[in-house]
């Protein structure tokens, strides 16, 4: 028995016996690698091999060849770790089994397509809206030039404007014409501007015209609370005043004022007295266009995205709807001849699935074997709409009379405001681009900036304009006016949509092709600008896409979606 010694340690060795117990080390290195490979293997491992299991290479013994780097062997690895040798035999071990690599290759291909199948189905608003950030070489599909754009119905949450002629017109406004331009909004006075503005600062037509540009209208206001985006604006809204939460009687009122302005907003647009406008909720948002717009002859809604049980009430109310990407996509497969429907596949799912029972009552088993339930039944022949919720495919199209059993539907749906969270009690926001009942003016955000860039000679000046908030259609079409005369036809601007929106760009199904000329009378007094509302009645090119960069030389334009 030792002694326990201060200070003394039983490990400790003297350095002669260090140096003795790395020569002895070194010799047995070499011995290892002038030695055979099968004398080099432990035991267990020659065991192995002569039974014909493919191994991994033993890093321990040959891993000591390349150098003292090499990795040290896992102690806990099997010996016959299958997946491993599969993997590694590509590279390099015996082809005495080629099954075992094509096999697992096999595997990792189905569980790649699972993987992006899964991906794609928890696919959510957040990580739409950071796709627009990607770079547009990489998304954008390029599309024919042309004098004017295309109409695009989404809601844009940002445009970026830059150029190489200074944008110092649109700073510091003097009151005169920031009033100028609130009555020329209020009262839609039509303002025409020159091709091209020598000194656009001292332009007094141009500065009204642009503050007339930003105005839109808005219900409910809550100047501590933003109204928009509703989708996904939980962490915006976090930690904000929030006195009607708990409060019952402040809910009612808020929802029968906005449904004062919700009523007073249809009435304009059945009177062709507003163009269109949005209902925005925290979990759809609803696009109301007039008669003439879009092609279409009649007031239509559109609502994006829906989920299965929205569908079902508007259903149980007896509204008409249809679901147009579907029914396309159907139309291209019976073209094709491709595949059928959904209702053709679920209708033969169905007489399969009463022939099989019919059978089982003829062989007399029909009470020993389990049915599935209804509820079972009903879940997987609805598999197809659940599949679908919360994505483009499950846009809706209301026309017509069934438009305003949907605005009733719309006001006593209880699942139209969040009940828990931070948007709780707060009724939809209603955007539009005239004056409504309940409605406060707000103004788009604009701001200028100056800066350097480096080109072959120096630097140069680059400037560029950012005007944010709630971004409609009309706005948009009028701020490429503006651009247009301002910068000389020369411009290039990034658009942020908000990705929700941007199915409200597909085509709907013409009954007949409406006259321009009547519909543009119809709508003369609409609010809009001649040129704006002549674009807004065109048929939408873009589908499910939205305008993400627009380009301007010499007055063409060239745009990306």
Known sequence: MALSVPGYSPSFKRPPEIVRLRRRRSRSQKAAASSPLELREPTPRRAALAAGLLLRPFPAAAGRIGGPTAARRNPFARLDNRLRVAAEASDGLPRSHPEAPSSFSDTNQENDMLWEETLSERTTATELSQASHISFSELDTPFSENTELPVDWSIKTRLLVTSSQPFTWADHLKAQEEAQGLVQHCRATEVTLPQSIKDPKLSTELRCAFQQSLIYWLHPAL?????????????????KTIPWSNDEAMQHILMSDWSVSFTSLYNLLKTKLCPYFYVCTYQFTVLFRAAG?????VITAL?????????EAMKN?????????????DQKKKA????????????????????????????????KIKKPDIHSIKLRKEKHEVQMDHRPESVVLVKGINTFTLLNFLINCKSLVATSGAQAGLPPTLLSPVAFRGATMQMLKARSINVKTQALS??????????????????LHSMTMLLK??????????????????????????????DKEVVHKELTNCGLHPKTLEQLSQIPLLGKSSLRKVEMNDYMCNWRS
């Open 485 to 514: 005369s301002s910068q000389s036809g020369s411009f290039s601007a990034g658009l942020y949509p908000h990705e929700p929106t941007a199915v409200f760009n597909i085509r709907l199904s013409l009954e007949k092709i409406l």
């Open 458 to 475: 120096g630097y140069k000046d680059q400037f560029s304009m950012e005007i944010t908030g709630p971004i409609m259609p009309h706005a």
């Open 293 to 297: 717009f879009a092609g279409s002859n």
């Open 223 to 239: 100047s501590w609370l933003p109204l928009f985006p509703r989708i996904g604006a939980d962490r915006k809204m976090a930690g």
């Open 303 to 311: 609502i994006s995205p829906t989920t299965r049980g929205l569908r």
């Open 336 to 367: 094709h001849g491709t595949s059928m429907g959904l209702g053709e596949e679920q209708a033969i799912s169905d007489e399969d699935e009463e022939e099989s029972f019919s059978w089982l009552e003829e062989m007399g088993v029909q009470d």
């Open 317 to 329: 109310e007896g509204i008409e709807f249809s679901l147009p990407l579907i029914e396309e996509n």
